[in-house]
């Protein structure tokens, strides 16, 4: 016997906003928040010189100073989407958060880079000078599911998920494990990456990054013919997940239910995508739902707009689900937030669920014929009467994840 597993609460901190009327407007009308980063042009050798950072970012102002000090930005990033996806489930600052029952799954590439500058000084200098008590706890990779817990006393279990891109959607399909099984009645589940120019720099020596500096409003392009590359953004997404059950009983809002998860590795090359895998993994999402792949209305790619990644994906998700499935990236409007992305892909999915439209691919006008035969929504959003929609990511290390969420009609 299993349990129902249900999304009661959600938050973000994206580029293109907070909350979900501002990011929808910019979704419908085809926004983008990549810019120049002009703080990056004193950095020889780095090629690309766009971003999508969040700007003005202000944690929210009930944290206090000794609660945020050992915190580096992607801490703060992870806390304040969580302190919105708590509040909109109804659990903030009550007992379910410290009994036990609650736990927290949550990931990120890494910990903050200006604390892993600190320790790189000491073998720079010799010297330890540039260290604090706080700067482990902001370089460490765990450091936003610690600071999780320790802000709202989650006292159940912790599982960090520090593997690049599918960070955040692998944290959420752990916590859907930890409560189907009976191992918690709730998780804080998600990811958070803060933007850096080390980021961008990872993919830079690979070549992998988009170089059109001088139209950022372009790029990056999933499935396009043209596409040059993928642009690093910044970003935090937090799920609220609940024993459904346990949420009927204190009348909490149903937002979708988890059906379906799977994951595994290529087991092949750290940085080359592998076709086969991605669809295995899909294909465990929709054995774990028990559904068969024409249920899949929408799929939210991962599509970070490069070369091979594209095309395997696209191919991978035509072999398993077939050619009329609609399909769309939402890199082109945020970038690649790395840890972030699939848990704030989810969020949005999830909304699309519920309003029954979902966004166009940004930037696609030419789609690559060496990329899978789907239903690309270009130009503007697309209406459907969405039951299932699957979320997926592929990572470095050839870690894939896909999920699976149904909609929630009236019971």
């Not at 009308?29 to 020889?44: A, L």
């Not at 912790?158 to 955040?168: E, K, L």
């Not at 009645?185 to 980021?199: H, K, N, R, Y």
């Not at 070369?307 to 009329?324: I, Q, R």
Request: net charge negative; proline share 3%.
């Amino acid at each position: 016997m299993t349990n129902r597993v249900v999304v009661t609460g959600m938050g973000a901190v994206t580029s293109l906003g907070r909350d979900w009327e501002t990011v929808s407007n910019c979704l419908k009308d085809g926004v983008s928040g990549v810019r120049y980063m002009t703080e990056w042009e004193d950095i020889q050798g780095l090629n690309t010189r766009l971003g999508a950072p969040i700007e003005n970012f202000e944690v929210p102002p009930r944290f206090k100073r000794k609660q945020l000090r050992g915190m580096g930005r992607v801490a703060k990033l992870a806390i304040t989407a969580t302190d919105d996806a708590l509040a909109d489930a109804k659990l903030l600052d009550t007992e379910v958060l410290a009994s036990g029952l609650t736990g927290v799954a949550y990931g990120s590439s890494t910990g903050s880079v200006d604390a892993v500058a600190e320790f790189g000084e000491v073998l720079l200098s010799r010297s330890t000078h540039s260290l604090n008590s706080t700067s482990y706890v902001r370089m460490m990779p765990h450091t936003t599911a610690v600071n999780i817990s320790v802000v709202y006393k989650a006292k159940g279990r912790i599982i960090p998920t520090s593997c690049a891109c599918a960070s955040g959607s692998l944290a959420i399909g752990y916590a859907y494990e930890a409560i189907k099984h009976g191992y918690q009645t709730v998780m804080i589940a998600g990811g958070a990456e803060e933007l850096d120019a080390t980021e961008a720099a990872v993919f830079d020596t690979l070549y992998a990054t988009s170089v059109r500096n001088d139209a950022p409003s372009m790029s990056p392009r999933p499935f396009d013919a043209d596409r040059d590359g993928l642009v690093i953004g910044e970003g935090a997404g937090t799920l609220v997940l609940e024993e459904y059950h346990h949420a009927v009983a204190r009348g909490a809002r149903i937002y979708a239910e988890i059906v379906g998860f799977g994951t595994n590795s290529d087991g092949n090359h750290v940085t080359q995508p592998t076709q086969q895998t991605m669809e295995v993994a899909m294909n465990m999402a929709l054995a774990d739902a028990t559904i068969s792949p024409d249920s899949i209305d929408y799929v939210s790619a991962h599509a970070a707009a490069t070369y091979a990644s594209d095309e395997a994906e696209s191919l991978a998700t035509a072999n398993v689900l077939g050619n009329n499935v609609s399909i769309s990236s939402l890199k082109g409007y945020f970038g690649h937030s790395l840890g972030a992305c699939g848990a704030i892909e989810a969020w949005l999915g999830i909304k699309g669920l519920q309003e029954g439209w979902f966004p166009a691919n940004n930037n696609l006008d030419n789609i690559d014929p060496k990329c899978g035969w789907l239903d690309y929504i270009v130009a503007k959003p697309k209406h459907i009467d969405c039951q299932y929609f699957m979320s997926n990511n592929f990572a470095f290390g050839g870690m894939n994840t896909s999920l699976i969420f149904k909609r929630i009609r009236d019971e």
